[in-house]
């Protein structure tokens, strides 16, 4: 991962630091030597060639090692000011699907019922920002159209895998005092089981809710929720601002819909451990690919 290679190219850049300036003394001392004169003169000139300074080469090779470590560790527009709002923020919001889980739970659904490549297509463009999301979604439904039995054989076969470390990242929340929301385009059906698992309120799901006849029958989605739109998660994020009245704000999303929640959070940081999608890359605060520096912030160790 890229945070690991800058760790690690940190460290061996601050190791050589002290055998660099000493091979700098060293060079400064000897650079004074000087050949005899009736040695001088029985070699060519042409035999002698130009010294290199190699204290400013050296110089520059470790400042060069060193910024592209510090760049590869943290990407973003304002990573300082994301790591602000994060180590002070009363609530955080993840997007579930390629953030919370390491995978879309709709193509999921999607490949149990037969229909995974023609649905897994629509939501590339819709997280891509290729297409509204309230015409990708419709789209995809109609496609497979899941019955309420669908949905839980399964979630009963491939119970949806949690990404690394984002159960120890709502534990440290939650141990500060931090309200945890799960703010998706997903399914609330397919979500509450996650929420269950990472000890997240239903209540705290903001998510689609699908529509069933009484023999369990799909029959279409609640177009009221606000996630089932394009623009969907600022007015969610909007609703919970001002319904609890929380000063700091984060969203921490994968897709382009996530992006769009900054404002009202007053962060956005986007998150590429499962696809890194480069209008989010764009688009972010602070571009992480795994959860560690984020724990590491919440838990006041960095």
Avoid at 187 to 214: C, H, K, Q, W
Avoid at 216 to 245: C, R, V, W
């Amino acid at each position: 991962m890229a945070s690991t290679t800058a760790r690690s190219l940190n460290r061996f850049a601050l190791r050589s630091l002290p055998s660099l300036a000493a091979a700098h003394q060293s060079l400064s001392t000897t650079s004074s030597f000087i050949l005899p004169a009736n040695a001088r003169a029985s070699i060519p000139s042409s035999a002698i060639p130009p010294m290199t300074p190699f204290p400013t080469a050296t110089a520059t090779c470790t400042t060069r090692m060193l910024s592209t470590a510090s760049s590869m560790e943290h990407e973003g527009n304002n990573v300082a000011h994301a790591m602000e709002m994060l180590s002070k923020a009363d609530a955080v919001c993840f997007d579930v699907d390629s953030t919370v889980i390491d995978e879309e739970g709709i193509d999921v659904l999607a490949d149990t019922l037969g229909k995974g490549p023609e649905v897994a297509a629509w939501t590339a463009k819709a997280m891509d920002g290729g297409v509204k999301f309230q015409d990708a979604l419709a789209a995809r439904l109609a496609i497979i159209e899941p019955s309420k039995s669908d949905i839980a054989s399964c979630l009963e076969k491939h119970p949806l895998r949690l990404s690394p470390g984002v159960d120890k990242l709502v534990e440290a929340l939650h141990k500060r005092g931090t309200h945890v929301y799960l703010v998706s385009g997903g399914f609330r059906l397919m979500i509450e089981p996650v929420a269950e698992r990472l000890g997240v309120s239903i209540d705290n799901i903001y998510a689609n809710t699908i529509l069933f006849d009484d023999e369990g029958k799909y029959t279409g989605f609640d177009a009221n929720e606000p996630t089932s739109a394009d623009q969907g998660k600022p007015k969610a994020l909007k609703t919970i601002k001002e319904k609890y009245g929380y000063e700091t704000m984060v969203m921490v999303g994968d897709g382009a819909t996530d992006a769009q929640a900054k404002p009202p959070a007053d962060s956005f940081i986007g998150f590429g451990g499962v696809v890194a999608r480069e209008v989010v890359k764009e688009k972010a605060c602070w571009f992480v690919r795994d959860f560690e520096a984020m724990i590491a912030i919440v838990e006041n160790k960095q």
